[in-house]
C-alpha cells in the first residue's frame, strides 16, 4: 500500500540528512542519511501508519494520486 501514496521528500541543513513526508497520513514521516534511506524508511512508517489505524478503527485516507494525476492530465489536454 505504500507506493500509493504521496512522498514529499527534503533536505534538512539541521538534521544533516533527507525528510519523507506523507501529507495524506497526519504525522507520517521518516528521515534518512540519503534520499534512498529516507524513502526506504516512509515506506515502512505509511504501512505502520495504516495497520495502526486499522487497530484504532481510524478512517485511512485514500491516496491522493490518481486525483492529482487526473488533474494534471485535465489541464495537459486543456492547453492544447
Not at 3 to 13: H, K, W
Not at 49 to 57: L, P, Q, V, Y
Request: glycine content about 6%; proline content about 5%; overall charge negative.
Amino acid at each position: 500500500m505504500a507506493g500509493r501514496y504521496t512522498i514529499e521528500l527534503f533536505y534538512s541543513e539541521e538534521d544533516r540528512g533527507y525528510i519523507a513526508v506523507v501529507p495524506e497520513l497526519p504525522g507520517c514521516s521518516a528521515f534518512g542519511e540519503s534520499e534512498e534511506d529516507a524513502i526506504r524508511e516512509v515506506k515502512i512508517a505509511i504501512d505502520l501508519w495504516i495497520e495502526t489505524a486499522k487497530k484504532e478503527n481510524r478512517e485511512i485516507p485514500k491516496p491522493a494520486e490518481k486525483e492529482i494525476l487526473k488533474s494534471l492530465l485535465e489541464k495537459v489536454s486543456g492547453s492544447a
